[in-house]
């Protein structure tokens, strides 16, 4: 086994030391030595629990022949880094996450991995570590979140996002002072991550999808007994995947990421799902470009309609029949390969053979979609050459085609200040840029902006472009990730205050309507501004990350 190099032999009696020390037996050396990367903390909401699924995988392992050898990672909370400096890193810790995992793994030769993230960047970081080491590993997130009761309106469900509306319906003077405090109170009612399809439950979801989790994975809530049991069979199944030398890049193939595409399309999950996949595939040696996901997503119809953009939550996808149940209706259609081979030993089919709707809302029939396209969009123009994304399930019907003045600002707090002042028109065009990887540096989250639009009733006639990201959360004509982005010199850094930008969703286009001379002279005098960030970490983010169009992968 490949920890013999750390334990095994006369010349090892050193190594062995230090594991006695640590309390590990003779027998318990002997065995293989599975690694247990643990994403607990008490900053994360969705991660403050996963010290009981690490007891649950232990005793699996344990139980299949194993020895667990447990280490943590960082994680930052979306939500609470939220409109603050502290968004620049979120992002950005993806890639830490990924490094720390390698270094972990291979510093100690362990055998076999066990991942347990839950939250935004936590997922795609661990799933980027997955591929780059190429051991047997297997994901057990930490589950959703319950969705809350509206504390006015008996039966309807409410989440964060609807928090952070709120703020823009008091701001606007639709609701009172009062009123907000009641939602916040009810809105997170427990641990786990946010209760929509927002980027967490997106990437947990995807994870099932591609076969590094068990069937369950995406959907079962954090505080059901469910979860803890099947921490418990991922902890036995990482034994059984070691002894038959299963690796992360067998599962994690080409195919597998098609089906992930696919079933992000049906689900309309994140827009930060197309930052996360292409680097995820890029470390396990597939490509996956954005013209894929406009070719997918115009044959894979929109069949769940989920927070923020429908009226479900994941608790209600999971008693639908879960991510099987999309994958069983999607393969009727031939929209899935269902050869492709899962954490579980078995292929997609043999996993889902079981599989049902429970409810045809939730999990509607292919031939009544909630929409008839998949929930993401890929838009290309003069104003953005390399590509941009939105999340077109959750745009109303009269924002599909938009033409208006650009409002333009220099960062995410110059914008939000101006929304909540009520200094933004119907029909205008809101820009926000040097908000990029490299440029902000980071590609901070906007969820306080699109929030207010939508909480001040403005959604139905505003648009949001930026060279940033949006939140899973985020709603309405939110197109972002426009690339390249101002600080590469992309057009979006030559939009002046009152230029007319046009926006097409179903022609996948998004146009700066000013002839092509004037870009080229505007870009002519443009000048790279200083960087926001010049020392520690986010400083050297900014001087290796790629564009948003190829993930925003370090390099």
């Known amino acids: 086994m490949k920890s013999d190099c750390v334990k095994k032999g006369i010349e090892r009696a050193p190594h062995r030391a230090l594991f006695k020390a640590i309390g590990y037996t003779d027998e318990e050396i002997k065995r293989p030595l599975i690694g247990i990367a643990n994403a607990v903390n008490t900053a994360i909401p969705g991660h403050v629990h996963l010290d009981t699924l690490a007891q649950a995988v232990k005793a699996g392992i344990y139980m299949a022949g194993g020895t667990p050898v447990e280490f943590g990672t960082i994680g930052v909370c979306d939500g609470i880094a939220m409109n603050h400096t502290g968004m620049k890193y ?27 993230p839950n939250c935004d960047k936590i997922v795609p970081g661990m799933l980027m570590a997955a591929a780059r080491l190429d051991l047997p590993t297997i994901f057990i997130s930490g589950g959703p979140m ?38 916040e109170e009810a809105a997170c009612p427990t641990c786990g991550s946010c209760a929509g399809m927002f980027t967490a439950n997106s990437m947990n979801c995807m994870t099932e999808v591609i076969g590094m989790g ?95 953009g429908g009226a479900h ?20 259609a031939g929209l899935i390969n269902a050869d492709c081979l899962t954490v579980t030993g078995n292929t997609i089919a043999e996993n889902t053979a079981a599989a049902f709707t429970r409810d045809p809302e939730v999990i509607r029939p292919l031939d009544r979609p909630y929409h008839q396209q998949g929930g993401l969009a890929v838009l290309y123009g003069n104003l953005s050459p390399e590509g941009c994304v939105v999340k077109q399930s959750a745009v109303r019907d009269g924002m599909m085609r938009h033409e208006g003045p650009a409002r333009v600002f220099e960062s995410e707090e110059a914008a939000t200040a101006a929304i909540m002042e009520g200094m933004i028109n119907k029909g205008d065009v809101i820009v926000v840029r040097y ?36 939140s899973g959360g985020s709603r309405g004509a939110a197109i972002g990730h426009i690339s390249p982005e101002a600080a590469q ?4 850094a030559i939009v002046h205050e009152g230029d007319r930008i046009a926006i097409d969703i179903p022609a996948k286009s998004v146009t700066l309507k000013i002839a092509d001379d004037e870009i080229n002279a505007r870009l002519s005098k443009w000048r790279t501004p200083e960087p926001k960030i010049t020392h520690g970490y986010m400083a050297r983010y900014a001087r290796q990350v790629s564009s948003a169009s190829q993930g925003a992968v370090v390099r």
């Open 214 to 308: 068990l069937p369950g994975n995406g959907t079962i809530p954090a505080v059901y007994s469910a979860r803890v049991r099947l921490a418990k069979q991922a902890g036995i199944q990482i034994l059984d995947l070691w002894k038959k030398q299963i690796t992360a890049r067998m599962i994690m193939t080409p195919e597998a990421f098609h089906n992930a595409l696919t079933v992000d399309m049906a689900l309309g999950c994140s827009t930060n799902t197309v930052l996360h996949l292409p680097a995820i595939a890029a470390e396990a040696g597939v490509e996956l470009n954005l013209k894929m996901i406009n070719t997918i997503s115009e044959k894979t119809p929109h069949i769940c309609s989920l927070s923020p």
């Open 435 to 470: 908000e990029g990887p490299r440029g902000g540096p980071g590609m901070r989250e906007m969820l306080t902006p699109t929030s207010a639009i939508a909480g001040m009733g403005l959604d139905a006639h505003v648009a949001l472009i930026t060279d940033g990201r949006f």
């Open 90 to 116: 979120s992002l950005a810790s993806r890639e830490l996450i990924a490094d720390s995992i390698e270094v972990m793994a291979t510093g100690h030769a362990l055998d076999a991995m066990v991942m347990i």
């Open 146 to 183: 319950l969705a809350g009761e509206h504390p006015e309106t008996p039966g309807q469900k409410i989440d964060l996002i609807t928090v952070f509306e709120s703020v823009g319906a008091v701001k606007a003077g639709r609701m009172e002072a009062r009123q907000l405090a009641a939602i």
């Open 313 to 332: 939550h994941i608790q209600d996808l999971n008693r639908a029949g879960g991510i099987s149940a999309v994958l069983k209706s999607l393969a009727t």
């Open 489 to 492: 010199r992309g057009p979006i």
